[in-house]
């Protein structure tokens, strides 16, 4: 985070608990020229900000608290090389040739994540084996073979395919599923060790790192841009904007603020399971996000603690173990053999949604960049998006397509987002029993 915002102080994350080592950046203490100023010490920025540094572009980055503050500390660790729109139904809304090319993409995007951990040697338990997708109904495994069929015969890929009810039961350890679809290419992380990492290694390659510096002005002085912190003044020729769920609206950035809404995941994580129950609770060890529409997700970590995530309190202002009980109740009846097993450690992040369920990057004015609204696949897309940023910044042109020249639309009732928020919150769970 690094757009100033009121946020609640929440528990510390078991990523926390067990990091490497954190990351202590001294806050902008002078004023200083750069060639392009990054806002947001998480996935995006500091994406953006390693391939500025592959280009020899100078630039900086500014983080309103500590590096991996906000959602790139506090996520599951998932990098999905899928949307949560299937793409199938991509190639009916758009064409086969965009959702070909959306497909590359969001493969890309965790191929980008892998090349980063080896090229800044990352040490963030990078694990690439796969990832599972089970369906929560018949009607989703329905659209998960629609996927694997057009993928074969459309966009010539034949590396992701489907499991049938009992396959899936075997490798997630739990019937609660209709089948599930499985790509190879799926990976997991640590993932505040790797945001962490990677702004180690970028300050060892002299990109300037500065934590404790929100940004608390942003405005156009001639051919610049004049970002002011509480220490001290950045001028640079280019911004880009990388605070995605925790951006604050200033009066460069209100357009894009009212575009998103911020919605709290929320994540709990067991103690150390025994034999028996390592056992019989995911046995394939593959990260899993399943189809419901409020996802439920889940992983093995490398402590034997399960890691299960998804909707709690959505708008995170709860921070009380009440807020984390909803999750608790889905875990058992995803491993009933887990019922009341003792949970030590419960956080929540915010995710940024826009209405298209598509993350977006583009221009606000000249010079003002962003990449926003992931929507709980940020681990992968993140960093495919700050390299198109990075050449954004180069001057380059993006290729056009739903992330970049799409409709980026404002929310209706941007005010009223909590409201609303509930209401669909209840109308999601309406929908998922009622396909169950």
Known sequence: MSLSSNTVSHPVSYWRETANRKVRCPALANDCHV???VIGGGFTGLSAARDLLERGIDCLVVEGKDIGWGASGRT???????????FSTLAGRFGHDVAKDLFNQVVEAVDTVAQTVAD???ECDFQRNGHLTPAHSELAMEGLKADCDWLREVAGDEVARTLSVGDAAEMLGTSIYKGAYLDPRGACLHP????CGLAEALERRGVPVHSGSPVLSLEREGSHWLARTPEASVRARCVI???NGYSSALSRTDDLYKRIIPVASSVIVTRPLNCDERAATLPSLLPVTDTRRL???FRMLPSGQLLFGGRGDITGERIDPGAYRILERQMAATFPHLSGV????????MVAVTLDAFPHIGRQEEGLLYAIGYGGRGVALTSLMG???AAMAAGETLPSGPMSTGSFPPIPFHAFRRTGMRIMEQYYKIRDHLER
């Not at 505040?192 to 945001?195: A, G, L, Q, T």
């Open 35 to 37: 060639d392009t100023l």
């Open 76 to 86: 599951g660790g998932f990098a999905v090389p899928r949307y949560k729109t299937n």
């Open 120 to 122: 800044f040697g990352i």
């Open 192 to 195: 505040y060790n790797y945001v």
């Open 241 to 243: 904007v990388a605070t």
């Open 295 to 297: 996802v439920s997700y």
């Open 342 to 349: 003792e949970v030590t450690h419960r956080w929540s992040g």
């Open 387 to 389: 390299r198109r940023l």
